[in-house]
Nanobody, 124 residues
Framework: QVELLESGGGLVQPGGSLSLTCTAP??????MGWFRQAPGLEREFVAV????????YYADSVKGRFTISRDNAKNTVYLQMNNMQPEDTGVYYC???????????????????WGQGTQVTVSS
């Protein structure tokens, strides 16, 4: 069982910032990213970093506010979340996979490995 180790998350006020970290200690993945799931809703794509070429992709709802980055030497991906809003609340999951085609990177079923999830709450 490949582990994806997540850290970060917590409670923040609207307009505040949080940072998430996901590490894959046992292997390297070409694609690592983040999804989130709000209560009663489906898990949705947030952002992804593709190792080859260093390309990043974002959901429209977070573009300009969230930044995904990656340290390839550490097999770690980061998600810096700024100007957070209540609608950003949810459980954030790290996802990883290999051989994902570009058209599939926003789909949950394209990823083979998932973290345990970390709670992010935006509230005053």
């Amino acid at each position: 069982q490949v582990e994806l180790l997540e850290s970060g998350g917590g409670l923040v006020q609207p307009g505040g910032s949080l940072s998430l970290t996901c590490t894959a200690p046992e292997r390297t993945f070409s694609t690592m990213g983040w999804f989130r799931q709000a209560p009663g809703l489906e898990r949705e794509f947030v952002a992804v970093f593709r190792k080859n070429g260093g390309y990043t992709y974002y959901a429209d709802s977070v573009k300009g506010r969230f930044t995904i980055s990656r340290d390839n030497a550490k097999n770690t991906v980061y998600l810096q979340m700024n100007n957070m809003q209540p609608e950003d609340t949810g459980v954030y999951y790290c996802a990883a996979g290999n051989r994902l085609i570009l058209s599939s990177i926003r789909r949950r079923d394209a990823y083979d490995y998932w973290g345990q999830g970390t709670q992010v709450t935006v509230s005053s």
